[in-house]
């Protein structure tokens, strides 16, 4: 699915224009691509916040640039966004023009699915990766990719080369990197009150042969 958005050509660039933008609700923003220039824009930090938290960060997006009483609308993805550190506000939005026959990266994130076995005998489920990169046209970036656990037993694993993405996906991480697994729990120390791993000495264990 893809989101409509609305922008406008922006000429000022110091510290007045952007808090006038800001008063008006407004954020600067760059627009560009392999086959264009890059073009300063001003677009609703509000309209663009409501979009990636419906469609995310993959979001495909139809920028509508306004210039004077003419416009053109670019097919665009989210680039990369910058917040307020304190109000945790958007503040600026760089936009990315991308060609349908052109493979991008795209960061997609992990779906656990199913039910381990190996969390049932008392193994503790570990995801390590939450999001994996990924190279596919613009119009195939799944939401995420899913990862059916249910055949995972305690002290087994699965890594990317066991992910199974969507026909025209490619994931792009090492195939041995580590995705999740179920290991057993951390045996505890002797009722002794040795320290876990401490050897007790054997003439402890056996006793003096003392009265």
Same mark, same amino acid.
């Given at each position: 699915?893809?989101?409509?958005?609305?922008?406008? =050509? !922006? !000429?000022?660039?110091?510290?007045?224009?952007?808090?006038?933008?800001?008063?008006? #609700?407004?954020?600067?923003? =760059?627009?560009?691509?392999?086959?264009?220039?890059?073009? %300063?824009?001003a677009l609703s930090a509000g309209e663009?916040?409501?979009?990636?938290?419906?469609?995310?960060?993959?979001?495909?997006?139809?920028? +509508?640039?306004? +210039?004077?009483?003419?416009? +053109?609308?670019? +097919? @665009?993805? @989210?680039?990369?966004?910058?917040?307020?550190?304190?109000? !945790?506000?958007?503040?600026h939005a760089d936009f990315y023009q991308?060609?349908?026959?052109?493979?991008? !990266?795209?960061?997609?994130?992990?779906?656990?699915?199913?039910?381990?076995?190996?969390?049932?005998? #008392?193994?503790?489920?570990?995801?390590?990766?939450?999001?994996?990169?990924?190279?596919?046209?613009?119009?195939?970036?799944?939401?995420?990719?899913?990862?059916?656990?249910?055949?995972?037993?305690?002290?087994?694993?699965?890594? @990317?080369? #066991?992910?199974?993405?969507?026909?025209?996906?490619?994931?792009?991480?090492?195939?041995?990197?580590?995705?999740?697994?179920?290991?057993?729990?951390?045996?505890?120390?002797?009722?002794?009150?040795? %320290?876990?791993?401490?050897?007790?000495?054997?003439?402890?264990?056996?006793?003096?042969?003392?009265?």
């Open positions: 699915m893809e989101a409509n958005l609305e922008a406008q =050509v !922006r !000429r000022g660039k110091n510290k007045s224009h952007i808090r006038n933008l800001k008063e008006k #609700g407004l954020i600067p923003g =760059v627009v560009y691509g392999k086959k264009m220039s890059s073009i %300063p824009v663009l916040q409501k979009i990636l938290a419906q469609e995310g960060s993959n979001a495909l997006i139809n920028l +509508k640039v306004k +210039k004077n009483a003419t416009s +053109k609308t670019y +097919k @665009v993805m @989210v680039k990369a966004v910058q917040y307020d550190p304190l109000r !945790r506000t958007l503040i991308y060609s349908l026959k052109e493979k991008i !990266r795209a960061e997609v994130a992990i779906n656990l699915t199913g039910s381990a076995p190996g969390v049932d005998a #008392g193994g503790i489920l570990n995801p390590v990766l939450r999001r994996v990169e990924v190279e596919c046209l613009a119009t195939e970036i799944p939401d995420s990719i899913t990862v059916d656990i249910s055949n995972l037993d305690l002290g087994e694993s699965i890594t @990317v080369s #066991g992910l199974v993405p969507p026909p025209g996906v490619t994931v792009i991480e090492d195939p041995d990197a580590l995705v999740v697994a179920v290991t057993g729990m951390e045996t505890p120390a002797a009722e002794t009150g040795a %320290p876990a791993g401490e050897e007790i000495p054997a003439e402890e264990a056996a006793g003096d042969g003392s009265q």
